[in-house]
């Protein structure tokens, strides 16, 4: 929410689509790494370069470079794979006990039932009322399904996704989808986690908390983000001024479909939580 520039995802997505186009049909994308160099403005038009890196029997490669002003903003590299379908396979399972997305509430009515009360403060009703106008402008639909304690102690939190009618796409394209969506509400759940384990306070903000890089890898063909996805999601790690989340994404059936990290700076103004001169960002 409140992002400098143009929203991660739509990047990652437009890039996506970029390169896909720059291969053959036979290849299905099985993995990206991008880095975000600089924030995009969305009054200018945005160009995409894609590179022919490799073409193999087995494996392509492309490198696409998001361009704006002359300058490069974004770099993705994405490899594609011919199916192996007869190879042996495993797959982590959802967590148990989610509550259907059925059962679930849009984020959006949180900040519903806040605005209801009595004596809410300004900033929260002003914070409220604007986050609810930018839900119900998303295309993607978004409810939170509750927060659990992983085996070795983390925290790990859940939401389930879904685009907004859309129709039936095919598999490449519902990987671009998938790759907006993922960007959703994860280098965000670095604060959370702090906030869970005590070492922030609930009502301080962070004061930057952006992106640097993303990965996907994909594992499935067959999914539809017009129907609910589960987003695992959880932070292991945060350390000076930088945190990591890792994410797993599940059909509602339970097939897990793509394997998601990233980083981002998610950094506290010192200064001013000690009482002193305002540090530079």
């Known amino acids: 929410m409140h992002g400098r520039g143009v929203f991660g995802g739509q990047v990652i997505s ?40 490799r073409d193999g029997r087995s494996y392509a490669t492309r490198t696409v470079k998001a361009i704006q002003n002359g300058r490069t903003i974004f770099v993705l590299v994405c490899s594609f794979q ?26 959006e009515a949180y900040y519903e039932e806040m605005l209801r009360q009595e004596n809410i403060r300004p900033s929260y009703k ?17 409810k939170s399904a509750g927060i659990i304690e992983s085996s070795d102690g983390g925290i790990v939190i859940l939401y389930w996704f879904k685009a907004k009618n859309i129709p039936k796409y095919d598999p490449s394209f519902q990987k671009c989808i ?12 670095v ?12 009502g ?3 004061a930057m908390v952006t992106s640097l890089d993303h990965t996907i890898w994909f594992y499935d063909d067959e999914f539809d983000c017009g129907d609910w996805l589960l ?9 000076s001024g930088r945190g990591v989340v890792l994410g797993r994404l599940y059909t ?12 981002g700076v998610s950094r506290q103004d010192v200064a001013k939580a000690s009482g002193g001169a305002k540090a530079k960002l």
């Open 82 to 107: 011919r199916p192996e379908p007869d190879q042996p396979s495993y797959e982590c399972p959802m967590p148990p006990n989610v509550p259907d997305p059925d059962k679930c509430e849009l984020l």
């Open 252 to 263: 509602r059936s339970g097939t897990l479909v793509a394997i998601t990290a990233q980083e």
């Open 126 to 142: 002003e914070y409220a009322a604007s986050y609810i106008h930018e839900r119900r402008r998303s295309p993607i639909a978004v």
């Open 231 to 239: 987003y695992v999601v959880e932070s292991p790690r945060a350390r």
């Open 204 to 206: 301080t903000p962070l």
């Open 178 to 189: 998938l790759s907006y969506m993922s960007d959703l509400l994860f280098i965000g759940n």
């Open 191 to 202: 604060r959370r986690t702090l906030v869970q384990k005590g070492h922030l306070d609930k």
């Open 14 to 53: 437009q890039g996506l689509v970029s390169a896909t186009s720059c291969v053959d049909d036979a290849y299905k994308l099985h993995s990206m790494h991008c880095y975000f160099l600089l924030s995009a403005s969305a009054a200018i038009p945005i160009i995409y370069s894609v590179e022919r890196d």
